[in-house]
T-cell receptor
Framework: DAGVIQSPRHEVTEMGQEVTLRCKPI?????LFWYRQTMMRGLELLIY????????DSGMPEDRFSAKMPNASFSTLKIQPSEPRDSAVYFC????????????FGEGSWLTVV | DQQVKQNSPSLSVQEGRISILNCDYT??????FLWYKKYPAEGPTFLIS?????DKNEDGRFTVFLNKSAKHLSLHIVPSQPGDSAVYFC????????????FGTGTRLKVLA
């Protein structure tokens, strides 16, 4: 069974450009999470969806960040305009009744903003 | 405000010895805790969990202990192996079923051969 799939794996972009990260959760999972990993803050929860509805976006750092989940099998995290301090690894994760209380992570999208 | 804290950024242990990774939390509403392991260039993978109704959960070489009064949990790895070298994250969730997990900053474990 496929795990959480993220794209792109690596992205290098110039400051001011728009960045879109994509995620396909595990089929049947109804909760989806976007996390950002940095040295200072570890794994930081940005936003959490349940049944495609954003439940908690209190971790989204600024209005430059937005996330959508148009259907149960796809989500995007967009940064516009991007800044060098956005450079980090962004992880998507999903969970559902089939996984109990465990969330499963994708391999991450490595973003570098120069 | 960091609700889940891992105060040791790194730990080195000799192969065959015990590794003890610690985690503290501040929110008394947390009732479910997990440990994840992360290798470089990979996503975190689930290792072991514990519910607040227990104080210990064991899975092979891995045991998690929970001290609710101290708001503290620890992960014991016995015996430690070089393949255990990774970053370990603890995570906490409140009100079982909400599935909102707060992670700590991670502890990098290095097991020396």
């Amino acid at each position: 069974d496929a795990g959480v799939i993220q794209s792109p794996r690596h992205e290098v972009t110039e400051m001011g450009q728009e960045v879109t990260l994509r995620c396909k959760p595990i089929s049947g999972h109804n909760s989806l999470f976007w996390y950002r990993q940095t040295m200072m803050r570890g794994l930081e929860l940005l936003i959490y969806f349940n049944n495609n509805v954003p439940i908690d976006d209190s971790g989204m750092p600024e209005d430059r960040f937005s996330a959508k989940m148009p259907n149960a099998s796809f989500s995007t995290l967009k940064i516009q305009p991007s800044e060098p301090r956005d450079s980090a690894v962004y992880f998507c994760a999903s969970s559902g009744q089939t996984s109990g209380n465990t969330i499963y992570f994708g391999e991450g999208s490595w973003l570098t903003v120069v | 405000d960091q609700q889940v804290k891992q105060n040791s950024p790194s730990l080195s242990v000799q192969e065959g010895r015990i590794s003890i990774l610690n985690c503290d939390y501040t929110n008394s509403m947390f009732d479910y805790f997990l440990w994840y392991k992360k290798y470089p260039a990979e996503g975190p993978t689930f290792l072991i969990s514990i519910s607040s109704i227990k104080d210990k959960n064991e899975d092979g070489r891995f045991t998690v202990f929970l001290n609710k009064s101290a708001k503290h949990l620890s992960l014991h790895i016995v015996p430690s192996q070089p393949g255990d070298s990774a970053v370990y994250f603890c995570a906490a969730s409140g009100t079982s079923g909400t599935y909102k997990y707060i992670f700590g900053t991670g502890t990098r474990l290095k097991v020396l051969a």
